[in-house]
Nanobody, 128 residues
Framework: QVQLVESGGGLVQAGDSLRLSCAASGRTFSSYAMGWFRQAPGKEREFVAA????????YYADSVKGRFAISRDNAKNTVYLQMNSLKPEDTAVHFC?????????????????????WGKGTLVTVSS
């Protein structure tokens, strides 16, 4: 049974940093792009960041570019999201995801995602 378990969310002030982690179990995802999406109250889920299977390329939403950094450790089957200079508009439940297409690019995952596996999410709250 595949599980994606996020951790690292919490309540912070504007300008602070957080590091989210997503540990996958049940199968190895070293051949698949992984990424993060988020959903704010009353809004649709939106793409945040993606990383290709090898970690050699990344893709970000314009709203987080320059502030967030995605990385992965295939030996640990884990993907990370370093979030810096957090803003109140970053407040959302952040979800880890795996793209179902082997060796797809990070940009493809961000532009036309095909997500068979989702985590349950971790809440990030940024106060002003």
């Amino acid at each position: 049974q595949v599980q994606l378990v996020e951790s690292g969310g919490g309540l912070v002030q504007a300008g602070d940093s957080l590091r989210l982690s997503c540990a996958a179990s049940g199968r190895t995802f070293s051949s698949y792009a992984m990424g993060w999406f988020r959903q704010a109250p009353g809004k649709e889920r939106e793409f945040v960041a993606a990383i290709n299977w090898s970690g050699s390329s990344t893709y970000y939403a314009d709203s987080v570019k320059g502030r967030f950094a995605i990385s992965r450790d295939n030996a640990k089957n884990t993907v990370y999201l370093q979030m810096n200079s957090l803003k109140p508009e970053d407040t959302a439940v952040h979800f880890c995801a795996v793209d179902g297409r082997p060796h797809t690019t990070a940009q493809a995952m961000g532009s036309v995602p095909h997500i068979p596996y989702w985590g349950k999410g971790t809440l990030v709250t940024v106060s002003s």
